[in-house]
């Protein structure tokens, strides 16, 4: 038995039917694959007698049309005598709207447009200006530099710019274009000189990878693309600690190094949690450069919950030197302390590039900034950074002027998104509980102001009794974003966690959907599972997020971890705020999110 296509058209219309209808359009058509095929009404009156209604739910039908795609065509497969002629849904309305709606098509106005082609329908709608970029493929789209953003890519400076804006502003498209312009530069004037001579680098590994593929379509010379590198921040500090010593660095996450310095605490009798002990050391000692006791007795402890009294410092101290000493001997490295490594090296060694380029600046550690610093000689078109500090989601704050980097009187704020739909934004905007967060030029952020011009379908919301349940919506979900002709690879699915991401990936996979990680994935024809975490700073048509739960969202070992503390329970939800956030502005045709039992409080408390 064959499945139910969908007409492309028919996704702009789903979106807008209520959750209950939803489901019963989905249960038809699941009906209909399995075989147990439910009635196909004749229309009487019809104009071609091919067209048929369907019973969805009490006073709701679906249109049924010819598909022109299959072979054989309908009245061949009629003629032979077939049970199953290849038909598809061209959309669901109340009855009557729909019967009216059958009746009116005509043979010749049947939409013939074959179903998979590139999902058209779904794309938002904007102004004129924008039709050519949203109508043109999604790689192609994603490359696209609003024509008043090529001043800043193409300008010159005195010195480093700061570009910040909201999700979808063309801040990453921006640093991609700024890249490509420096490489053409240099390779004018520097042409016998072909060497790496611009850096352009960010957070996380699967944009990376994004960065880079989207700069080979910039850049098509090798020449010139060969004088960029892209390299995730951290792959950038391994490199350049590994060139100086010739051994490759051994990385412990932050839970290793809480784990390891748990018993630390409890060996040196300690009152702190490991937890405590790596965040001093990491967002304290680290990121102030701290090398004597005095100073640290000294320095304000800002951004931290627990005050610390000058006796316990001096504990904290001896404690956490004699480890962080033990671990250089055994070659093991945290990442804030590798680049802190990297800096000093550099700071001997002398810089590596002409020019750097930062992407999702808003999350680098102190330490990952004085080795960009240090990478780069300060001058004119030094650094271009562009960040959002309300998508801040790891625990780094910085002041860029503390650490050498001068943007004042460079800095540009835009307004306008050009992915996240305004319906998108009103939805997501609530999520993050405030309007203003502190910028890293020590200056109030505000998004006040900050719009989109594109339209699109409300996002979806739907409440699950069951994980079995939450697993089996979502893949008739994808099965009609595929249906509609939105290629695999333009879908992300995440979750809070590694335990949701697998039973998205398992029940993707059950149903012949090819899944890969959101990180690496190259150019892999496959939908793009992962975690929240890995979401930041990608864009896709079609983003689904699970377990949008009140049990897993803040999860509760964060708040656990907050040990009721007001100050660090608000710090983690204003954490967790922000990671959804993200994920829900990556989207751009389509934004679909599930939970089990009661919505997480983070979506439901408006
Ligand atoms: N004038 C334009 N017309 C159409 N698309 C555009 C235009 N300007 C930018 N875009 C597209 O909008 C998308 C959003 O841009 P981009 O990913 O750079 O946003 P961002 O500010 O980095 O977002 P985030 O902070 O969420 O990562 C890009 O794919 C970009 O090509």
């Given at each position: 038995?064959s499945?139910?296509?969908?007409?492309?058209?028919?996704l702009?219309d789903?979106?807008r039917?209520t959750p209950?209808v939803q489901?019963?359009?989905?249960?038809?058509?699941r009906?209909y694959q399995a075989g147990?095929?439910?009635g196909?009404e004749?229309v009487?009156g019809a104009?071609d007698?091919r067209?048929?209604v369907?019973s969805i739910?009490r006073?709701?039908?679906g249109?049924?049309?010819?598909?022109?795609?299959a072979?054989p065509?309908?009245?061949?497969?009629e003629?032979a005598?077939s049970?199953d002629?290849?038909y598809?849904?061209?959309?669901?309305?109340?009855?009557?709207e729909?019967l009216?709606y059958?009746r009116?098509?005509?043979?010749?106005t049947?939409?013939?447009?074959p179903?998979?082609?590139?999902?058209?329908?779904?794309a938002p709608?904007g102004p004129?200006?924008?039709?050519g970029a949203?109508n043109s493929?999604?790689?192609?789209?994603?490359?696209?530099l609003h024509?008043?953003q090529h001043q800043?890519t193409e300008g010159?400076?005195n010195?480093?710019v700061q570009?910040t804006g909201?999700?979808?502003t063309?801040?990453?498209?921006?640093?991609l274009?700024?890249?490509?312009h420096?490489?053409e530069l240099?390779a004018?004037a520097?042409?016998?000189?072909?060497r790496?001579?611009?850096?352009?680098?960010?957070?996380?590994r699967g944009?990376?990878?994004?960065?880079?593929e989207?700069l080979?379509?910039?850049?098509p010379?090798?020449?010139?693309?060969?004088?960029v590198r892209?390299?995730?921040?951290?792959?950038l500090?391994?490199?350049?600690?590994?060139?100086?010593t010739?051994v490759?660095?051994?990385m412990?996450?932050?839970?290793e190094?809480?784990?390891?310095?748990r018993?630390?605490?409890?060996a040196?009798g300690?009152?702190f949690?490991g937890?405590?002990l790596?965040?001093?050391?990491?967002?304290v000692i680290?990121?102030?450069g701290l090398?004597?006791?005095?100073?640290?007795?000294?320095?304000e402890?800002s951004?931290?919950?627990q005050?610390?009294a000058?006796e316990?410092?001096?504990?904290?101290?001896?404690?956490?030197?004699?480890?962080?000493?033990?671990?250089?001997?055994?070659g093991?490295?945290?990442?804030p302390?590798?680049?802190g490594e990297?800096?000093?090296l550099?700071?001997?060694?002398g810089?590596?590039?002409?020019h750097?380029v930062v992407d999702?600046?808003?999350d680098?550690?102190?330490?990952q900034?004085?080795?960009?610093?240090?990478?780069?000689?300060?001058?004119?078109?030094?650094?271009f950074?562009?960040?959002?500090?309300?998508?801040?989601v790891?625990?780094?704050?910085v002041?860029?002027?503390s650490l050498?980097?001068n943007v004042?009187?460079?800095?540009?704020r835009?307004?306008v998104?050009?992915r996240?739909?305004?319906?998108?934004?009103?939805?997501?905007?609530?999520i993050l509980?405030?309007?203003s967060a502190l910028?890293?030029?020590?200056?109030?952020?505000t998004?006040?102001?900050?719009?989109s011009?594109?339209?699109?379908?409300a996002?979806?919301?739907?409440?699950?009794?069951?994980r079995?349940?939450?697993?089996?919506?979502l893949?008739?979900w994808?099965?009609?974003?595929?249906?509609?002709?939105?290629g695999?690879s333009?879908?992300?699915?995440?979750?809070?966690?590694?335990?949701?991401v697998?039973?998205i990936?398992?029940e993707?996979e059950?149903?012949g959907?090819a899944t890969t990680?959101l990180?690496?994935a190259?150019?892999?024809s496959?939908?793009?599972v992962?975690?929240?975490?890995?979401?930041?700073g990608q864009?896709?048509r079609?983003?689904?997020?699970?377990?949008?739960?009140?049990h897993?969202?803040p999860?509760?070992?964060a708040?656990?971890?907050a040990e009721g503390d007001?100050v660090?329970?608000?710090?983690?939800?204003?954490?967790?705020?922000?990671l959804l956030f993200?994920?829900c502005?990556?989207?751009?045709?389509?934004l679909y999110v599930?939970?089990?039992?009661?919505?997480?409080?983070l979506?439901?408390?408006?």
């Amino acid at each position: 038995m064959s499945a139910l296509a969908i007409a492309p058209t028919f996704l702009s219309d789903f979106t807008r039917l209520t959750p209950d209808v939803q489901l019963d359009t989905l249960a038809v058509m699941r009906a209909y694959q399995a075989g147990d095929r439910p009635g196909l009404e004749s229309v009487a009156g019809a104009a071609d007698p091919r067209v048929r209604v369907v019973s969805i739910a009490r006073d709701w039908s679906g249109v049924i049309v010819p598909d022109p795609d299959a072979a054989p065509g309908p009245e061949e497969a009629e003629e032979a005598g077939s049970d199953d002629p290849p038909y598809r849904l061209l959309t669901v309305r109340p009855r009557a709207e729909a019967l009216r709606y059958a009746r009116s098509l005509r043979p010749e106005t049947l939409p013939d447009a074959p179903t998979g082609t590139d999902g058209a329908a779904l794309a938002p709608v904007g102004p004129p200006e924008l039709a050519g970029a949203l109508n043109s493929p999604f790689a192609q789209w994603q490359i696209t530099l609003h024509p008043d953003q090529h001043q800043v890519t193409e300008g010159h400076f005195n010195g480093s710019v700061q570009v910040t804006g909201g999700p979808g502003t063309g801040k990453t498209v921006m640093a991609l274009h700024r890249a490509a312009h420096l490489a053409e530069l240099d390779a004018a004037a520097h042409p016998e000189d072909d060497r790496e001579s611009v850096l352009l680098t960010t957070y996380n590994r699967g944009l990376a990878q994004s960065l880079a593929e989207r700069l080979d379509q910039l850049l098509p010379d090798p020449g010139t693309r060969s004088r960029v590198r892209v390299a995730t921040i951290d792959s950038l500090a391994r490199t350049i600690v590994q060139s100086h010593t010739g051994v490759a660095p051994r990385m412990a996450s932050r839970d290793e190094l809480a784990q390891r310095w748990r018993a630390v605490a409890l060996a040196d009798g300690l009152p702190f949690s490991g937890r405590f002990l790596v965040d001093e050391w990491e967002q304290v000692i680290l990121a102030k450069g701290l090398e004597l006791l005095p100073d640290y007795i000294r320095c304000e402890r800002s951004g931290r919950v627990q005050h610390l009294a000058p006796e316990h410092r001096r504990q904290v101290w001896e404690t956490i030197r004699r480890y962080a000493g033990a671990m250089r001997v055994e070659g093991l490295w945290s990442y804030p302390q590798l680049a802190g490594e990297a800096a000093r090296l550099l700071d001997r060694s002398g810089p590596l590039y002409r020019h750097v380029v930062v992407d999702e600046a808003q999350d680098l550690h102190p330490t990952q900034w004085r080795m960009l610093r240090a990478a780069v000689p300060e001058g004119p078109d030094d650094l271009f950074i562009v960040g959002d500090p309300h998508q801040r989601v790891s625990d780094n704050r910085v002041s860029l002027a503390s650490l050498g980097i001068n943007v004042r009187g460079r800095g540009h704020r835009l307004r306008v998104s050009y992915r996240v739909t305004q319906e998108i934004l009103d939805w997501s905007m609530p999520i993050l509980g405030r309007r203003s967060a502190l910028g890293m030029d020590d200056d109030a952020d505000t998004l006040a102001g900050y719009r989109s011009l594109l339209r699109g379908p409300a996002p979806v919301v739907r409440g699950c009794a069951s994980r079995a349940e939450e697993l089996t919506a979502l893949g008739e979900w994808v099965r009609v974003w595929l249906e509609a002709g939105v290629g695999a690879s333009e879908i992300a699915v995440a979750g809070r966690n590694h335990w949701v991401v697998r039973g998205i990936a398992k029940e993707l996979e059950a149903r012949g959907v090819a899944t890969t990680p959101l990180e690496g994935a190259g150019a892999l024809s496959a939908v793009r599972v992962g975690t929240m975490h890995q979401l930041k700073g990608q864009e896709f048509r079609c983003v689904a997020l699970l377990g949008v739960s009140e049990h897993l969202l803040p999860p509760r070992a964060a708040l656990e971890a907050a040990e009721g503390d007001q100050v660090a329970l608000e710090h983690v939800y204003q954490q967790e705020r922000t990671l959804l956030f993200v994920a829900c502005t990556r989207a751009r045709d389509a934004l679909y999110v599930s939970h089990v039992g009661q919505p997480s409080q983070l979506i439901s408390e408006w």
